[in-house]
């Protein structure tokens, strides 16, 4: 394609704002599958912004490769990757105004996290369940809470997050702030009771609230297909009567135009918003299920999408604009943060493991009677066992 | 099929085996769908996968994707559609991925399944099966390590089952397929692989409601159930060299719960020691330590001994040290024999 032929107009400028879409069969994008634009990029997608946004997508990807070799290592006991969802991820951390708006995430979050400005040491420290977890070692592997960020404790139980996200943006509204809440789920969280739940509450509230799903189109063994009949997730978002948007969830530039504008849309009060992001988990969807091609999906489908890798994709866009990443820049990147994800490993570790005693604590906000005496318990049998 | 090839066959199925706990649970799917074709299998991973721990691999590919079925990932649609599918005739068994969420569907549950036959004044019921694997020692976090028995224990009309060893498991399960309520069958997740022994060749069901005696003893009665079994074995054994004879009880059910064989027990030993993994508070052995002293109060030589988990959310890192393991059951034993 030659830059004549590309569309002038900016998807995200004809979406017509106050009302409630009109959907989309295809998800808006940017920039093809072979790099090349297909509408003008605005003006703010520089070469160098473009080399920016493609490193912190790198460094995801590149902590995603580390932390599955530290699980073979049998340092860690659980991984779930977010390899091929960079651009959702990273895209949408600019949408977010980090430690300002309120962020309701899942599981899969931590390349957003990154993005967001999570110290990686942090991560790390979660995963490894040392005493240098801001958690203190409470939740499984990548579960994590970043208070400073406005990075809300995750909790496994698929989509039960959406009620609370609800929630707090309903508080902004009550405190009359300028924050909004973002809240992230995969495909199958949009089956789950609670989910339908927190977007009707969120829409019948006018709830600053912005929703976006991670459709990599996998929940386990469960394709979008098997989880429900409506055409994609976006459509939903009518019978909620917010506005929904679809997004191909692998184009950076789409990505972040897309949720800007829904953002932003949903900070100027006008209630809630849907954004459908659409990728695809390239990894299994745990170190539990590394058997995912053997038992639930084809070999052929995986590659079809590593073909529409989102950061090779960047890669390709900067060397058809005449800024090409060369491949010992590239190589060199990959090896400091291989490097830095090493050295914050050991600096977890040495920091050791939490203390049992404070098993006890944060269970309330004081400690009640009883848990003392469990506590007391516990360090007569544990300090009769040093003996 | 030959006649002699027959009748080998029945020979080889009627020869015990060794197998572990969540090959009798496959097994028992496996026959109880083959023996009633009402018998269906749904939740979330079950077919081609098999279930994130395999308790159901192979059951699609030999019963179909009619009988054998992955759903949305919805916990509430999962139970609800199991009530409405038992109303209507079915058998189904459904499995939630882990018992830390069961949450989703608990409504469904306590307000549709355990009250169907009481409200319709026994003109519709609703039995089916819910698997779910509990309890901790795999390094899960709170999300995947609660023993949540007790909030299912405390709503009239469900059957609660938790087995600890193949055997149990095997015939307890058909047991609680063939049956006319609904049935919580939680299967301990640690000991799917680390439990062995031995299942007859034939047919056979373990009837809810009847604890099994582990081991005979005269001193003291150690009682439990799921996950912490193979610990009260071991504390026995560890007591046993001391001279003191325990009896080790399996509750193998919860609801009901053999009341009986407990207090015949504790009348014979005087003394009790209660052991399960779930938080102490309002947890199911309160219930067994109020029926003790109720119908042996008499009998007892010591106050009833309870090891139970710690009244916190199940912790990641402290994954070993929150269990019941033998020492602190040990510990509880000395204390009731040195009282
Ligand atoms: C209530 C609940 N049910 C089941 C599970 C087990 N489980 C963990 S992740 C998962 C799949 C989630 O898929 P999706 O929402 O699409 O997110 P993805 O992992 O694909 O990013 C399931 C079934 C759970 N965590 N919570």
């Known amino acids: 394609m030659t830059p004549a032929q590309i569309n002038p107009t900016p998807p995200v400028e004809a979406l017509p704002t106050p009302e409630i879409q009109p959907f989309t069969a295809e998800p808006i994008r940017y920039v093809a599958e072979d790099g090349l634009p297909i509408h003008t990029l605005p003006a703010a997608y520089t070469p160098e912004r473009l080399r920016e946004l493609h490193g912190v997508m790198l460094r995801a990807r590149e902590f995603d490769r580390k932390l599955i070799t530290l699980l073979r290592q049998g340092r860690t006991t659980f991984y779930a990757q977010s390899s091929g969802m960079e651009a959702t991820q990273v895209g949408l951390a600019h949408s977010i105004r980090p430690g300002h708006d309120w962020v309701w995430p899942y599981y899969r979050d931590h390349t957003l996290a990154l993005a967001l400005g999570v110290p990686m040491f942090e991560l790390i420290s979660q995963v490894l369940g040392s005493n240098s977890d801001p958690s203190r070692g409470r939740q499984m592997p990548h579960h994590f809470a970043a208070r400073k960020q406005h990075f809300v404790s995750i909790s496994s139980s698929i989509a039960n997050q959406v009620p609370p996200a609800t929630g707090t943006a309903m508080a902004q509204k009550y405190l009359g702030t300028d924050e909004i809440t973002v809240c992230t789920f995969g495909d199958g969280a949009t089956s789950e009771g609670d989910w339908h739940a927190g977007m009707n509450m969120a829409g019948a509230m006018a709830a600053p609230c912005l929703f976006v799903c991670e459709n990599n189109q996998w929940a386990i063994s469960t394709n979008l297909r098997g989880q429900t009949a409506s055409e994609n997730i976006h459509i939903k978002a009518k019978a909620y009567g917010m506005p929904g948007f679809y997004v191909d969830g692998n184009d950076i530039v789409a990505v972040m135009e897309v949720c800007t504008h829904a953002a932003e849309w949903v900070r100027a009060g006008n209630g809630p918003a849907l954004v459908e992001c659409l990728t695809y988990r390239v990894g299994s969807h745990s170190n539990a299920d590394a058997d995912a091609e053997k038992h639930y999906r084809t070999r052929e489908e995986v590659q079809e999408w590593l073909g529409r890798d989102p950061v090779v994709r960047v890669e390709k866009l900067l060397e058809h604009l005449g800024h090409p990443i060369e491949s010992r820049e590239r190589a060199d990147m990959i090896a400091a943060v291989h490097r830095d994800v090493d050295e914050q490993v050991i600096r977890a570790e040495a920091t050791g493991q939490p203390d049992w005693r404070i098993m006890f604590e944060d269970v309330y906000s004081d400690m009640p009677a009883h848990l003392r005496e469990e506590a007391a318990m516990l360090r007569a049998e544990q300090e009769g066992e040093r003996k | ?339």
């Open chain 2, 1 to 339: 099929m030959t006649a002699t090839q027959e009748r080998q066959d029945m020979k080889a199925a009627s020869e015990p085996r060794t197998i572990n706990l969540i090959t009798a649970v496959t097994e028992a799917l496996h026959e109880e769908m083959e023996r009633d074709s009402r018998v269906v299998l749904f939740g979330q991973d079950v077919g081609a996968r098999g279930g994130v721990f395999m308790a159901t691999a192979g059951l699609q590919a030999t019963f179909g994707k009619e009988r054998v079925f992955d759903t949305p990932l919805s916990e509430a649609s999962i139970v609800g559609a199991a009530v409405g599918m038992a109303v209507r005739g079915l058998r189904p068994v459904a499995e939630i991925q882990f018992a830390d969420y069961m949450g989703p569907g608990f409504d469904q549950i306590i307000s549709q399944a355990a009250k169907m036959r009481y409200r319709s004044g026994g003109q519709y019921s609703a039995p089916l099966v819910i698997r779910t694997p509990s309890g901790g020692g795999v390094k899960g976090g709170h999300h995947h390590s609660q023993s949540p028995e007790s909030y299912y224990t405390h709503t009239p009309g469900l059957k609660v089952v938790m087995p600890s060893t193949p055997y149990d498991a095997k015939g307890l399960l058909k047991a609680a397929i063939r049956g006319e309520d609904p049935v919580i069958f939680f299967e301990p997740k640690r000991l799917y692989r680390a439990s062995k022994g031995e299942v007859p060749g034939h047919d056979y069901t373990v009837k809810i409601g009847e604890a099994a005696v582990r081991r005979e003893g005269s001193d003291l009665s150690l009682i439990g159930y799921g996950g912490v079994m193979p610990d009260l074995e071991r504390a026995a054994d560890a007591l046993e060299t001391e001279g003191v004879s325990v009896e080790v009880i399996d509750l193998r059910s919860l609801v009901p719960w053999d009341r009986e064989l407990v207090v015949d027990s504790v009348q014979k030993t005087g003394r009790a020691v209660l052991v399960s993994e779930a938080p102490r508070i309002s947890n199911f052995m309160g219930e067994v330590a109020y029926a003790i002293q109720d119908a042996a109060f008499d009998s007892l030589l010591a106050p009833i001994g309870q090891v139970a988990g710690f009244d916190i959310p199940y912790p990641y890192v402290q994954d070993k040290i929150y269990l019941p393991g033998p020492n602190r059951i040990t510990a509880a034993c000395v204390q009731a024999l040195n009282y």
